[in-house]
Nanobody
């Protein structure tokens, strides 16, 4: 059993900052990638950041220069620092992880989602 638990999020004014965190626990042999998606009302879920140990972090063009994601490979956590937030950043944010278990089976797991609302 694998769990991803998110924290952070909330209401912030335009131009403000928020930090999201996600911790992974459970039957984990290897975490291959971690990252963040978001889903705005009436829109499809879209990738925001993908963090892998073998290449630089990939960011959605809409958040480049404003969002930064970092992993702690010991604690199995990932953070998303969001600066200069805009109303169009309003969405439910999900962390995810591609995980390999002790049987070498790979699967993608998702956090429960956390609401970020940018509004004055």
């Amino acid at each position: 059993q694998v769990q991803l638990v998110e924290s952070g999020g909330g209401l912030v004014q335009p131009g403000g900052s928020l930090r999201l965190s996600c911790v992974v626990s459970g039957d984990i042999s290897r975490i291959l990638t971690m990252g963040w998606y978001r889903q705005a009302p009436g829109k499809q879920r879209e990738p925001i950041a993908v963090v892998a140990s073998t290449r630089p972090t990939d960011y959605n063009d809409s958040v480049k220069g404003r969002f930064t994601s970092s992993r702690d490979y010991v604690k199995n956590t990932i953070d998303l620092q969001m600066n200069s937030l805009k109303p169009e950043d309003t969405a439910v944010y999900y962390c995810y992880s591609l995980i390999e278990n002790r049987l070498f089976q790979r699967d993608i797991y998702w956090g429960q989602g956390t609401q970020v609302t940018v509004s004055s």
